[in-house]
């Protein structure tokens, strides 16, 4: 069935660092492809979304781009803020969403 | 996107009570859904409620533990019957805008003891 991986956390930065977060899927066709964002004690916030295979996602800094080759939607932005401290969730729409196990983020001063 | 709203934003509940969440949105829309969050893990779909139809339940989740109304396209509420302690989760509801994008709520945080 499909699914979503992402990389384990926690992350750990320091503020003005590039960030990367993988996220890789497995499914049929070219489902959507979003990031959400958690931040401590609040519900989740789309950060951006790709519809279709190239195309690139981006919001606040934040960029991701649809790779069907790799099934990939890696979450990237140059340099991180400490308000970016969060936790990242990647995920498909398949008629529902379908969520990677999210990746907490930490961003040090 | 769309403003939405969680009653309550929290609770604390005794074993065998039940609590009935309700999510508000601002505008209307025809798919609501319920998504569970167990501590310190991802999101899990509960069910997906649609105005005017029964709602539709995920594997692993059943009507008699988890009631829903959707009694316009504006409002829903979701029921946690007969709690036990495994039910301490965060539940969300979420609304679909913008081509299938969906838009959460805060949340409401539940502990049962």
């Known amino acids: 069935g499909d699914s979503v991986t992402q990389m384990e956390g926690p992350v750990t930065l320091s503020e003005e660092a590039f960030l990367t977060i993988n996220c890789t899927y497995t499914?049929?066709?070219?489902?959507?492809l979003f990031w959400y964002v958690q931040y401590p004690g609040e519900g989740l916030q789309l950060l951006l979304k790709?519809?279709?295979?190239?195309d690139k996602g981006s919001n606040k800094g934040f960029e991701a781009t649809y790779r069907k080759e790799t099934t990939s939607f890696h979450l990237e932005k140059g340099s991180v803020q400490v308000s970016d401290s969060a936790v990242y969730f990647c995920a498909l729409e398949r008629g529902k969403l379908i969520f990677g196990q999210g990746t907490e983020l930490s961003v040090k001063p | 996107s769309a403003v939405i709203s969680q009653k309550p934003s929290r609770d604390i509940c005794q074993r065998g009570t039940s609590l009935t969440i309700q999510c508000q949105v601002d505008s209307q829309v025809t798919m609501m859904f319920w998504y569970r969050q167990q501590p310190g893990q991802s999101l899990t779909l509960i069910a997906t409620?649609?105005?005017?139809?029964?709602?539709?339940?995920e594997s692993g989740f059943v009507i008699d533990k988890f009631p829903i109304s959707r009694p316009n396209l504006t409002f829903s509420t979701l029921t946690v019957s007969n709690m036990s302690p495994e039910d301490s989760s965060i539940y969300l509801c979420?609304?679909?805008?913008?081509?299938?994008?969906?838009?959460f709520g805060p949340g409401t945080r539940l502990l049962v003891l």
């Open positions: 409620a649609n105005q005017g139809s029964e709602a539709t339940y």
């Open positions: 790709a519809t279709k295979a190239d």
């Open positions: 499914a049929t066709g070219y489902p959507s």
């Open positions: 979420s609304v679909e805008l913008d081509g299938r994008s969906q838009y």
